[in-house]
């Protein structure tokens, strides 16, 4: 009794903090989440699986709460508040440390040099202990001072950020003035207003962004209007924008979304895929077209920008993609849905833009009710006879992995599965990473599909029928991926990119907007059992459970027996 007792004292708050920085919630003290979203102001979310949630109090993300006006006694009060157990005194300097670098360093041009300025000649010496940074120096010019050559700048911010260094970037432009407004009534001819967070979003850039060298990170989750936070942050800032995307649908749509809910004249807006263009007011282009085309690259970094704004931002740590942190402007938006990359270099943005300013949690905005609640199922069927024998062959003669990989993606089996999971009433999107399934399934189902293969007008007008509501079932491979599929009640994934937590979160998240009913989502994952496609979901499905979401695993007599979608 006095045992229980204790424990219960042990974890009657719900934070534990490790002296490593990592800090632990425990959900059941936190149950409307307002805990995990505030812990996001100065740590990042390491990953929310039901439970027990895990942030880490991490150099950059304390660099952040610095810039923002957290200050270290408060945090460390704060922390020591809600925490079951005693701070760590390292821990406690460590905070202390990491939030004094916030304002020790600025970049700042001198001549046709770059300057680095330390507040203090020991952060100088220190600077100088490593030997990649030193070897980049052109002239001490006095015991604060470093020169170094202009265009080294991405590669010195990168240098920096590996040794927790973080410089104020000052080098920026000045921007030209832009005339340009939200309209409160759509050119669609539909109100639009923006949400509060996202109005928060875009006030925490606004009211932050001078304060680290004019760049700054919004962090929030997929089909939640990272757009909008765009334009309300163009609206005020009135400058002149670069805007940088994934790929060519995301910028078209980028460019209609600036036609329908802004004042701007259509001639002012330019998606730019030819270094031919002059350039307009606002310009749109993507990450693929600058890495391989240096001439455009080159003419877009010549201008005086007063805003890039770097979508899907996890892209800018790419080797190819860095230099484009490095065209100039005034003020730098990065907004992303995730910093994570699997090569761990997400977290690069912050030293390559700036502090984070802004992010919301998925489960605070499923609270609010802007995202839907997904139900998740990993369905698991054997592989049929035709498909083990062949798998079985493939193993004994040199076990050729992406061999093995398809025979468990085109088990016949998975068909069996694929006809309960098909409701006419539901608005149904199948996944698969083979374009020959997707082609296979769309012929033997008669099922409209979108694969590489289709011609791209006629892929576009797939989306909207669907959008339109005019088909209610739509096949799609990788290509699909960037489209925006419309009140979406069911996905099933039938094949898959290997273990890719990536491919598994955009699939996800076409079902994240709530859907005309207000319904909760579907997401199927068909799986053949003892197969390499097995074990390479785990960790796909391990990626999801890290966001909260919750996997019921079921095999196919659970779905002969009964109906498994409401
Ligand atoms: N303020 C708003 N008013 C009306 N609809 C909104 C609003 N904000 C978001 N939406 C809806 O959310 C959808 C997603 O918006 P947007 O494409 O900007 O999200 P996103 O966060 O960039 O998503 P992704 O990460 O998938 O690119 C919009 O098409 C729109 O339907």
Same mark, same amino acid.
């Given at each position: 009794?006095?045992?229980?007792?204790?424990?219960?004292?042990?974890?009657?708050?719900?934070?534990?903090?490790?002296?490593?920085?990592?800090?632990?919630? /425990?959900?059941?003290?936190?149950?409307?989440?307002?805990?995990?979203?505030?812990?996001?102001?100065?740590?990042?979310?390491?990953?929310? $699986?039901?439970?027990?949630?895990?942030?880490?109090?991490?150099?950059?993300?304390?660099?952040?709460?610095?810039?923002?006006?957290? &200050?270290?006694?408060?945090?460390?009060?704060?922390?020591?508040?809600?925490?079951?157990?005693?701070?760590?005194?390292?821990?406690?300097?460590?905070?202390?440390?990491?939030?004094?670098?916030? &304002?020790?360093?600025?970049?700042?041009?001198? =001549?046709?040099?770059?300057?680095?300025?330390?507040? @203090? $000649?020991?952060?100088?010496?220190?600077?100088?202990?490593?030997?990649?940074?030193? +070897?980049?120096?052109?002239?001490?010019?006095?015991?604060?001072?470093?020169?170094?050559?202009?265009?080294?700048?991405?590669?010195?911010? +990168?240098?920096?950020?590996?040794?927790?260094?973080?410089?104020?970037?000052?080098?920026?432009?000045?921007?030209?003035?832009?005339?340009?407004?939200?309209?409160?009534?759509?050119?669609?001819?539909?109100?639009?207003?923006? @949400?509060?967070?996202?109005?928060?979003?875009?006030?925490?850039?606004?009211?932050? +962004?001078?304060?680290?060298? =004019?760049?700054? /990170?919004?962090?929030?989750?997929?089909?939640?209007?990272?757009?909008?936070?765009?334009?309300?942050?163009?609206?005020?800032?009135?400058?002149?924008?670069?805007?940088?995307?994934?790929?060519?649908?995301?910028?078209?749509?980028?460019?209609?979304?600036?036609?329908?809910?802004?004042?701007?004249?259509?001639?002012?807006?330019?998606?730019?895929?030819?270094?031919?263009?002059?350039?307009?007011?606002? *310009?749109?282009?993507?990450?693929?077209?600058?890495?391989?085309?240096?001439?455009?690259?080159?003419?877009?970094?010549?201008?005086?920008?007063?805003?890039?704004?770097?979508?899907?931002?996890?892209?800018?740590?790419?080797?190819?993609?860095?230099? #484009?942190?490095?065209? $100039?402007?005034?003020?730098?938006?990065?907004?992303?849905?995730?910093?994570?990359?699997?090569?761990?270099?997400?977290?690069?943005?912050?030293?390559?833009?700036?502090?984070?300013?802004?992010?919301?949690?998925?489960? *605070?905005?499923?609270?609010?009710?802007?995202?839907?609640?997904?139900?998740?199922?990993?369905?698991?069927? $054997?592989?049929?006879?035709?498909?083990?024998?062949?798998?079985?062959?493939?193993?004994?003669?040199?076990?050729?992995?992406?061999?093995?990989?398809?025979?468990?993606?085109? &088990?016949?089996?998975? !068909?069996?599965?694929?006809?309960?999971?098909?409701?006419?009433?539901?608005?149904?999107?199948?996944?698969?990473?083979?374009?020959?399934?997707?082609?296979?399934?769309?012929?033997?189902?008669?099922?409209?599909?979108?694969?590489?293969?289709?011609?791209? !007008?006629?892929?576009?007008?797939?989306?909207?029928?669907?959008?339109?509501?005019?088909?209610?079932?739509?096949?799609? #491979?990788?290509?699909?991926?960037?489209?925006?599929?419309?009140?979406?009640?069911?996905?099933?994934?039938?094949?898959?990119?290997? %273990?890719?937590?990536?491919?598994?979160?955009?699939?996800? %998240?076409?079902?994240?907007?709530?859907?005309? !009913?207000? *319904?909760?989502?579907?997401?199927?994952?068909?799986?053949? #059992?003892?197969?390499?496609?097995?074990?390479?979901? !785990?960790?796909?499905? @391990?990626?999801?459970? &890290?966001?909260?979401? @919750?996997? +019921?695993?079921?095999?196919?007599?659970?779905?002969?027996?009964?109906?498994?979608?409401?």
């Amino acid at each position: 009794m006095k045992e229980k007792r204790r424990v219960k004292e042990l974890y009657h708050k719900p934070l534990i903090v490790h002296r490593n920085g990592k800090v632990f919630l /425990i959900q059941d003290h936190d149950p409307y989440g307002h805990l995990a979203q505030k812990l996001t102001d100065f740590a990042d979310m390491i990953k929310i $699986p039901e439970g027990v949630s895990t942030f880490e109090l991490s150099s950059y993300a304390l660099w952040s709460a610095a810039a923002k006006g957290y &200050n270290a006694k408060n945090l460390c009060s704060f922390l020591k508040d809600n925490a079951c157990n005693t701070l760590d005194s390292t821990l406690e300097s460590m905070i202390l440390q990491n939030m004094r670098q916030y &304002n020790s360093l600025k970049l700042f041009r001198h =001549g046709k040099y770059l300057a680095l300025q330390a507040v @203090r $000649p020991e952060i100088i010496l220190e600077i100088l202990k490593d030997k990649p940074l030193e +070897k980049k120096v052109v002239k001490k010019i006095n015991d604060c001072t470093l020169l170094f050559n202009a265009s080294e700048k991405v590669e010195l911010k +990168k240098q920096l950020f590996k040794k927790e260094f973080f410089a104020i970037d000052s080098t920026n432009e000045m921007g030209k003035e832009l005339d340009i407004n939200l309209l409160n009534i759509t050119r669609r001819g539909q109100e639009f207003k923006l @949400r509060d967070y996202q109005i928060q979003a875009a006030r925490a850039f606004l009211d932050n +962004k001078d304060k680290a060298g =004019g760049g700054g /990170i919004v962090i929030m989750p997929p089909r939640s209007g990272k757009t909008f936070v765009g334009f309300e942050i163009i609206g005020n800032l009135k400058l002149n924008t670069l805007i940088i995307t994934e790929n060519h649908s995301s910028a078209t749509s980028w460019k209609e979304e600036v036609l329908d809910k802004t004042d701007l004249a259509e001639e002012s807006i330019l998606l730019y895929n030819s270094n031919q263009q002059g350039l307009e007011p606002i *310009t749109i282009t993507t990450y693929p077209y600058l890495s391989a085309n240096s001439e455009a690259f080159e003419h877009l970094a010549a201008q005086e920008w007063g805003l890039i704004i770097y979508d899907d931002a996890h892209k800018l740590p790419a080797k190819k993609n860095m230099a #484009t942190a490095d065209i $100039p402007s005034k003020y730098k938006l990065a907004l992303a849905a995730t910093l994570a990359r699997s090569d761990e270099q997400g977290t690069l943005v912050y030293a390559l833009i700036g502090p984070k300013w802004y992010e919301i949690l998925p489960q *605070t905005l499923r609270g609010l009710g802007y995202l839907s609640n997904i139900d998740c199922a990993e369905v698991k069927v $054997p592989l049929s006879e035709k498909a083990k024998e062949e798998y079985t062959y493939i193993e004994m003669n040199g076990n050729d992995h992406k061999a093995l990989r398809k025979v468990a993606a085109e &088990n016949d089996k998975k !068909k069996e599965a694929l006809v309960h999971l098909i409701k006419p009433q539901k608005r149904t999107a199948i996944a698969s990473y083979y374009k020959e399934l997707a082609k296979q399934i769309g012929q033997d189902y008669q099922i409209d599909y979108v694969t590489g293969e289709i011609n791209p !007008k006629i892929r576009l007008n797939l989306v909207e029928k669907f959008n339109t509501e005019e088909i209610n079932c739509l096949v799609f #491979t990788l290509v699909g991926e960037q489209f925006n599929l419309q009140n979406l009640d069911v996905l099933i994934a039938i094949s898959y990119q290997g %273990g890719s937590a990536r491919e598994e979160y955009l699939r996800l %998240g076409k079902l994240m907007e709530v859907n005309k !009913k207000g *319904t909760n989502g579907w997401f199927f994952s068909i799986i053949s #059992t003892e197969t390499l496609e097995e074990s390479d979901y !785990k960790g796909r499905r @391990r990626s999801l459970i &890290n966001y909260g979401y @919750r996997f +019921k695993i079921l095999e196919l007599k659970d779905l002969e027996e009964g109906e498994i979608i409401s």
